[in-house]
Nanobody
Framework: QLQLVESGGGLVQPGGSLRLSCAAS????????IGWFRQAPGKERERVSCVNSIGGSTFYADSVKGRFTISRDNAKNTVYLQMNSLKPEDTAVYYCARKFGVCVQRPKDFGSWGQGTQVTVSS
C-alpha cells in the first residue's frame, strides 16, 4: 500500500526542539520531492519546507528559515524535519506529501498525503 506516515509530533515548550519523520511505504522516495506542510486551526495549509528528488535542493518558508532543517535518507525511505527554537506560532498539524521531481509551492500539486502529526508549542 502506497502511503506516507508522519511521526514525532508532540507538546514542547517555546525554544524547544522536535524531529518529525515522514516514512514512505509502497514506493521509493528517490524520485520524489517531499514537502512538509502545516495547517493551524482556521488557517490555510502552507508549505514549510521541501526537498527535491534529484540534487536534494531544499526550500524553506521565511517563517522557519534558520530554525528548521529538512533532510532525506533514501536508504531508510524517510524524510525528516528537524525543528529547533520552536515558537507558539509553529503550533499546527504537520503533514508530508510527495510530488514527482522538484518542489513547488502549492499544496494541491502534492499527493499521497499522510495523516498528519500534531505539534503544540506551549508553556
Amino acid at each position: 500500500q502506497l502511503q506516507l506516515v508522519e511521526s514525532g509530533g508532540g507538546l514542547v515548550q517555546p525554544g524547544g526542539s522536535l524531529r518529525l519523520s515522514c516514512a514512505a511505504s509502497g514506493f521509493t522516495l528517490n524520485y520524489y520531492a517531499i514537502g512538509w506542510f502545516r495547517q493551524a486551526p482556521g488557517k490555510e495549509r502552507e508549505r514549510v519546507s521541501c526537498v527535491n528528488s534529484i540534487g536534494g535542493s531544499t526550500f524553506y518558508a521565511d517563517s522557519v528559515k534558520g530554525r528548521f532543517t529538512i533532510s532525506r535518507d533514501n536508504a531508510k525511505n524517510t524524510v525528516y524535519l528537524q525543528m529547533n527554537s520552536l515558537k507558539p506560532e509553529d503550533t499546527a498539524v504537520y503533514y508530508c506529501a510527495r510530488k514527482f521531481g522538484v518542489c513547488v509551492q502549492r499544496p494541491k500539486d502534492f499527493g499521497s498525503w499522510g495523516q498528519g502529526t500534531q505539534v503544540t508549542v506551549s508553556s
